[in-house]
């Protein structure tokens, strides 16, 4: 079992900064893929960002240019979401997720509980 644990949300002026960041632990050997969602009220939860094991990335048309996902060096099992620029339609409920492998080699797909992100002047 994993267990994804997110932080770092808040309320932020339209134009200013927030890292997100997401923690994993349990019995894990591997992380294959780092994802970010977000989900804002009333519409659908949309993806914002994809990392690799092998540090590729993808972002979605929105986040592309204004936010960053990192992996913490020190950390193996934490990454962050570096968010700049940030817009009111930024504003949503922010999820970590994650495809991992356990140490019996199953593979299984994780959520965190999400932090909440307000952009508003």
């Known amino acids: 079992q994993v267990q994804l644990v997110e932080s770092g949300g808040g309320l932020v002026q339209p134009g200013g900064s927030l890292r997100l960041s997401c923690e994993a632990s349990?019995?894990?050997?591997?992380?294959?893929?780092w994802n970010w969602y977000r989900q804002a009220p009333g519409k659908e939860r949309e993806f914002v960002v994809v990392?690799?094991?092998?540090?590729?990335?993808?972002y979605s048309d929105s986040a592309k240019g204004r936010f960053g996902i990192l992996r913490d060096r020190a950390k193996r099992n934490t990454v962050y979401l570096q968010m700049n620029s940030l817009k009111p339609e930024d504003t949503a409920v922010y999820y970590c997720?994650?495809?991992?492998?356990?140490?019996?080699?199953?593979?299984?797909?994780?959520w965190g509980q999400g932090t909440q992100v307000t952009v508003s002047s």
């Open positions: 997720n994650v495809v991992a492998r356990d140490y019996r080699n199953y593979v299984g797909n994780y």
């Open positions: 349990g019995s894990i050997d591997g992380i294959d893929v």
């Open positions: 990392m690799s094991s092998g540090g590729d990335t993808r």
